[in-house]
């Protein structure tokens, strides 16, 4: 039997196209028995395919973008201070 987390990141997570790992969920359908049928786009190459997902793979998926997302968030936050760093050094230059 196929590990489902292995299956589903084989087939979900990583772009049919061009395999690139940033492919988000854009719409979702049931498709009955507790299964739900989820749209992807990569938004490396625009490529979209439709998977049938159960409850765990969902549940990883969700764990995955929050992780995502917390990623983004602190990619933001370290931004942020860099440019006021960058800003408050040029100010002190201009002395």
Avoid: I, K
Avoid at 6 to 15: D, E, I, P, Q, S
Avoid at 19 to 32: E, K, M, Y
Avoid at 75 to 84: F, M, N, V, Y
Wanted: hydrophobic share 35%; proline share 2%; aromatic share 8%.
């Amino acid at each position: 039997m196929d590990d489902e987390r292995g299956l589903f990141r084989r087939r979900a997570v990583n772009c049919g196209g061009c395999g690139s790992p940033f492919v988000s969920p854009t719409a979702w359908t049931d498709a009955s028995g507790g299964r739900w049928e989820v749209d992807f786009r990569c938004g490396a190459c625009g490529y979209r395919e439709w998977h049938v997902l159960g409850d765990h793979e969902l549940e990883v998926l969700e764990r995955e973008l929050d992780q995502d997302t917390s990623e983004m968030l602190a990619a933001l936050d370290s931004l942020g201070r860099a440019t006021e760093l960058d800003a408050a050094n040029r100010l002190l230059g201009d002395r």
